[in-house]
């Protein structure tokens, strides 16, 4: 079992940046591929980023690219999301999730533990 908690979430201006933290215990938190999701008012669940467990391996979606910046702390069990240029249409509950797969994945089902999630709001 493996229990994740966000952190970092809240209120920017459009152009600010957060830093989300999620930190896990449990079991080896080295293992698992880790990802982020966010689900906006009235909208599904969506991919954003993941990491492999080494840390060497990323995956982004179309819309954060080159904006987000997801990395890996082995040491301390903890997976950031770095969010840059935030948009009002980033405004979501950012979730981390972890997963048993071998590789990435960009599939909310594939994912086996997540975290509660965190309020980002993102004012115009």
């Known amino acids: 079992q493996v229990q994740l908690v966000e952190s970092g979430g809240g209120l920017v201006q459009a152009g600010g940046s957060l830093r989300l933290s999620c930190a896990t215990s449990?079991?080896?938190?080295?293992?698992?591929?880790m990802g982020w999701f966010r689900q906006a008012p009235g909208k599904e669940r969506e991919f954003v980023a993941a990491?492999?467990?080494?840390?060497?391996?990323?995956d982004y979606a179309n819309s954060v690219r080159g904006r987000f910046t997801i990395s890996r702390d082995n040491a301390k069990n903890t997976v950031y999301l770095q969010m840059n240029s935030l948009k009002p249409e980033d405004t979501a509950v950012y979730s981390c999730a972890a997963t048993e797969r071998v590789v990435g994945t960009r599939a909310p089902n594939d994912y086996n533990y997540w975290g509660q999630g965190t309020q980002v709001t993102v004012s115009s």
């Open positions: 990491i492999s467990w080494t840390g060497r391996s990323f």
């Open positions: 449990g079991r080896t938190f080295s293992s698992y591929v």
